[in-house]
């Protein structure tokens, strides 16, 4: 029994052992910074507080009946919705156009080219494109008689200014993994769908997308994650304002963090922040993941 027991044992300790340095990193790196951050969310912790204080659920009502706070939450929302969607079809169109086309690794490298601008470089770019007097987008308007924008120095268009940088700066990240996707799809599925008389869009729209179902879930996870991190557009392009108009919930923590020295409240956003997109992955993977098509039937 022993003799049969030990090749599993030893299968089992090399796995571990394999797999402890990358445990090690994430446990020290990722799961112990989380669980502290949840800890120190039930604490007042300021400069004027030498050893934090408990207050339970305080800093969570005092949240919740923030306008403020709901302000960020739903600039969170709009910029998650206006951000995933758009660049999710961008990535999947110019991934089937560029799969049909002969010189694929050139358009791959412009398109994919956003993506490796340093993020100050990129925020510096669309900050000049948006100047009011003299950026290129004003200007083009002003050829269309129609009148120019303060794009950052508006309350009504400075999250809708870092929305589309943040979609010209991912689309093309998206649309390589498509492009992945699209290498493992048999050819012979096209040609037997044009046979049987299917159009391009009849071909794409019954063959192409549901055999992405795994590359559209992954793109899908990854876009709302990304949602949640965009800190440095925010930073350099308009520091959230004016007012909060373009706060989003990862700068708002930021400000308590590093701005007003409210660690408690700051551990608060950020547990707040981290049940979103826990529940938000949960769903996507049970709503979406299970509709997902491998093969064809």
């Not at 009011?132 to 268009?157: A, M």
Request: charged share 10%; aromatic share 18%; glycine share 6%.
């Amino acid at each position: 029994m022993l003799s049969v027991l030990k090749p599993g044992k030893n299968k089992f300790l090399t796995i571990v052992l394999f797999l402890l340095p990358s445990l090690a990193f994430l446990g020290l790196f990722t799961y112990y910074p989380i669980i502290s951050s949840f800890h120190l969310s039930f604490f007042r912790s300021d400069p004027f507080t030498p050893k934090p204080i408990f207050v339970g659920f305080q800093n969570y009502i005092e949240f919740f009946h923030n306008p403020v706070f709901w302000q960020v939450i739903t600039n969170n929302v709009i910029f998650a919705v206006a951000t995933i969607i758009p660049t999710m079809l961008l990535a999947l169109f110019f991934a089937i156009l560029i799969d049909e086309v002969v010189v694929k690794s050139f358009f791959r490298g412009a398109l994919f080219l956003p993506k490796v601008v340093p993020y100050a470089a990129l925020a510096m770019i669309w900050v000049f494109l948006y100047e009011p007097s003299i950026g290129p987008i004003n200007r083009f308007l002003d050829l269309l008689g129609l009148p120019s924008i303060g794009w950052l120095g508006s309350s009504e268009y400075s999250l809708l200014a870092i929305i589309i940088t943040m979609i010209w700066r991912n689309f093309g990240y998206y649309m390589l993994i498509y492009l992945a996707g699209l290498q493992n799809i048999s050819r012979d599925l096209y040609d037997s769908a044009r046979v049987d008389g299917a159009s391009w869009w009849k071909r794409h729209l019954h063959v192409t997308i549901p055999l992405l179902g795994p590359s559209t879930l992954f793109v899908f996870v990854v876009s709302i994650i990304q949602s949640f991190k965009a800190f440095t557009q925010v930073q350099l392009m308009t520091r959230g304002g004016p007012g909060y108009s373009s706060s989003i919930l990862i700068y708002y923590t930021y400000e308590f963090a590093f701005k007003f020295w409210k660690m408690g409240k700051a551990s608060t956003l950020t547990s707040i922040m981290i049940l979103m997109l826990i529940f938000l992955v949960i769903l996507a993977f049970g709503i979406y993941g299970r509709r997902i098509t491998y093969e064809m039937r």
